[in-house]
Antibody, heavy 124, light 107 residues
Framework: QVQLQESGPGLVKPSQTLSLTCTVSGGSISSGSDYWSWIRQHPGKGLEWIGFIYNSVSPYYNPSLKSRVTISVDTSKNQFSLRLSSVTAADTAIYYC????????????????WGQGTLVTVSS | DIQMTQSPSSLSASVGDRVTITCRASQSISRYLHWYQQKLGKAPKLLIYGASSLQSGVPSRFSGSGSGTEFTLTISSVQPEDFATYYCQQSFSTPPTFGQGTKVEIK
């Protein structure tokens, strides 16, 4: 059973870069069929997909955030990371890392494993 | 982006009631629709994938149906541990998008 755990600063100043890391255990991040994802949830609100990385090298980002987001993988540490630049108060949210599985015969993917989430507050 | 709209936004139910939540997509998404349960302060948990396939370990009182633009999540006999917020999510096109959530509360 794969487990994910987010880590990083809980407070970021406006205009700075938010950086989070997700450590994966119980499975290899190098698995070619999985999408390693970041999803956020504004306080009391719904879920917003930020992006994911596939096969360790192919990132996909939400167009609404694309100009500010970078997702990368460190296979040696079995971790993947999120960087979100030029943050504002609107980026205050709970950030989740998640795995999306994409069975070959399904043509689809779904988020089957999630980290516990980490609250990031953007404030001076 | 494909818009996902859930109804109702909230509902009250008694233990043992049958509960049905609807999710509508702004365009056809075939059966690329998945359901999650989120309890307060916790991460979402996958319940149903591919519109109707039950995730391993999820009780059989949960079921999903639908295709195209209209989908339902049914809890056949709601239990105390089922009171939570439920989200649908489409993976037909990128970006994947979620419904706004349906909060199931105790009557």
């Amino acid at each position: 059973q794969v487990q994910l755990q987010e880590s990083g600063p809980g407070l970021v100043k406006p205009s700075q870069t938010l950086s989070l890391t997700c450590t994966v255990s119980g499975g290899s991040i190098s698995s070619g069929s999985d999408y390693w994802s970041w999803i956020r949830q504004h306080p009391g609100k719904g879920l917003e997909w930020i992006g994911f990385i596939y096969n360790s090298v192919s990132p996909y980002y939400n167009p609404s955030l694309k100009s500010r987001v970078t997702i990368s993988v460190d296979t040696s540490k079995n971790q993947f990371s999120l960087r979100l630049s030029s943050v504002t108060a609107a980026d205050t949210a709970i950030y989740y890392c998640a795995r999306a599985v994409a069975p070959e015969d399904s043509g689809s993917y779904w988020f089957d494993s999630w980290g516990q989430g980490t609250l990031v507050t953007v404030s001076s | 982006d494909i818009q996902m709209t859930q109804s109702p936004s909230s509902l009250s139910a008694s233990v043992g009631d049958r509960v049905t939540i609807t999710c509508r997509a702004s365009q056809s998404i075939s059966r690329y629709l998945h359901w999650y349960q989120q309890k307060l302060g916790k991460a979402p948990k996958l319940l149903i994938y591919g519109a109707s396939s039950l995730q391993s370990g999820v009780p059989s009182r949960f079921s999903g149906s639908g295709s195209g633009t209209e989908f339902t999540l049914t809890i056949s006999s709601v239990q105390p541990e089922d009171f939570a917020t439920y989200y649908c999510q489409q993976s037909f096109s990128t970006p994947p998008t979620f419904g706004q959530g349906t909060k199931v509360e105790i009557k």
